[in-house]
Nanobody
């Protein structure tokens, strides 16, 4: 599986950005996709996840501001980010995980494919 992100950039606080991730080479019917973010010197954290049944999961600090969704073919993942804050500044990564038994694990170690990342910078 290969993942390619786009849509990052620089925006002022309270602004919006929409990230996209296109997956290729997917052969599994049941899989999860997620957005992670990482700031230098900190752990990579899951921001939002969407399961094969379409159910989302969000990091508490982004609930109500970010929305994760998939395209019609499910091979494209989006992250609509509204009311952005300076603390949202990070490199954002798209990730892929095969879903076994309906489980979609939060740990970054459970994800088998990653994109190259797209930088999001939110200024004061």
């Amino acid at each position: 599986v290969q993942l390619l992100e786009s849509g990052g950039g620089t925006v002022q606080a309270e602004g919006s950005l929409n990230l996209s991730c296109r997956a290729s080479g997917v052969t599994d019917n049941y899989y999860c996709m997620a957005w992670f973010r990482q700031v230098p010197g900190q752990e990579r954290e899951e921001v939002a996840n969407i399961r094969s049944d379409g159910s989302p999961r969000y990091l508490d600090s982004v609930k109500g501001r970010f929305t994760v969704s998939q395209g019609d073919t499910k091979n494209t993942l989006y992250l609509q980010m509204n009311s952005l804050k300076p603390e949202d500044t990070a490199m954002y990564y798209c990730a892929f995980q095969v879903e076994y038994g309906g489980n979609c694990y939060k740990s970054r170690h459970a994800y088998s494919a990653w994109g190259q990342g797209t930088q999001v910078t939110v200024s004061e």
